[in-house]
């Protein structure tokens, strides 16, 4: 990754690569452990994946995952795994969630606006919550200042 003014700089031409070839894309974020999960394959008896799911050890453990909630969908040959850097308001407004939409339809004459909204709304209330658990310094947090002494 590269540095900009503003941090980690995204490569946006990338992420929409990514998108566009890849079977199965894993996103993992800074402030919490979970993955946001985007299974693009066709399949005629399910839709296609989108979801928030926990972390597993690489991709074999994501493939025996990916397989459960898939049955009968073959192995993905092009799985894409990156960690997001910024915030989620910043990840709705990148190319992830337009090109899958857009990819979805087009491949598979879905539309999954509304799973994609919901799954936008998902990850800003967890990132919401997980940062005032690390303000307030609650569970697998510890804080760095105290009010002793004032």
Same mark, same amino acid.
């Given at each position: 990754m590269r540095y900009g003014d503003n941090g980690l700089a995204v490569d946006f031409d990338q992420m929409a690569m990514a998108v566009d070839d890849g079977d199965? $894309?894993?996103?993992?974020?800074?402030?919490?452990?979970?993955?946001?999960? !985007?299974? !693009?394959?066709?399949?005629?008896?399910s839709p296609p994946l989108l979801e928030i799911a926990e972390p597993v050890g690489g991709a074999h453990e994501r493939n025996a995952w990916l397989s459960e909630r898939r049955p009968g969908v073959p192995l993905p040959e092009k799985f894409v795994y990156f960690t997001w850097p910024? =915030? $989620?308001?910043?990840?709705?407004? =990148?190319?992830?969630? *337009? %090109?899958?939409? /857009?990819? $979805? *339809?087009? @491949?598979?004459?879905?539309?999954?606006?509304? @799973? $994609?909204? *919901?799954?936008?709304?998902? !990850? =800003?209330? %967890? @990132? %919401? /919550?997980? !940062?005032?658990?690390?303000?307030?310094?609650?569970?697998?947090? @510890?804080?760095v200042w105290s009010r002793d002494g004032f």
């Amino acid at each position: 990754m590269r540095y900009g003014d503003n941090g980690l700089a995204v490569d946006f031409d990338q992420m929409a690569m990514a998108v566009d070839d890849g079977d199965v $894309i894993v996103v993992g974020f800074e402030m919490t452990s979970k993955r946001l999960v !985007l299974d !693009l394959r066709p399949d005629d008896h399910s839709p296609p994946l989108l979801e928030i799911a926990e972390p597993v050890g690489g991709a074999h453990e994501r493939n025996a995952w990916l397989s459960e909630r898939r049955p009968g969908v073959p192995l993905p040959e092009k799985f894409v795994y990156f960690t997001w850097p910024h =915030s $989620i308001e910043m990840l709705g407004q =990148s190319p992830l969630f *337009e %090109r899958a939409h /857009a990819r $979805i *339809e087009r @491949e598979q004459g879905l539309d999954v606006a509304e @799973e $994609i909204n *919901e799954l936008i709304d998902d !990850l =800003s209330q %967890r @990132e %919401r /919550a997980d !940062l005032r658990q690390a303000l307030a310094g609650g569970e697998g947090y @510890e804080t760095v200042w105290s009010r002793d002494g004032f």
